[in-house]
């Protein structure tokens, strides 16, 4: 599993993953994904683009995360998943949790909102 993380403008961070977000691909990230997650009032930004599977342990990282950044008065929004991807994340409701955007521009609008 790869990760690239970035702060964008307006102290918005971009987490970009690639590969297969699977029990040995989350194991590899996870910590420090969520490291990369952690401060008060977060705005963070998930790039799926990337990632061609998606496993449960990979669902339970996002929304662990998402989970810790809204409790800190943060937000975590998800871009740019792959239909397979995105179809996962439908059917176990993730979108309720952490919103889905098809561009960067929409994600950005809706963080800086917050």
């Known amino acids: 599993m790869d990760m690239q993380f970035s702060n964008l403008d307006h102290d918005v961070r971009m987490i970009k993953l690639a590969g297969k977000l699977d029990i040995v691909g989350t194991g590899e990230i996870e910590t420090k994904f969520a490291g990369y997650c952690s401060g008060e009032n977060v705005r963070v930004i998930v790039d799926l683009a990337g990632v ?4 449960s342990i990979g669902i339970r990282l996002l929304m ?3 989970k810790s950044i809204a409790k800190r008065g943060g937000k975590m929004v998800i871009i740019n998943p792959n239909p397979e991807v995105k179809h996962i994340l439908e059917v176990t409701g993730i979108p309720g949790i952490i919103p889905i955007y098809s561009s960067l ?9 917050l």
């Open 52 to 55: 061609e599977f998606l496993a």
């Open 64 to 66: 662990l995360n998402a």
């Open 105 to 113: 521009e929409s994600a950005e609008t809706v963080l800086m909102a």
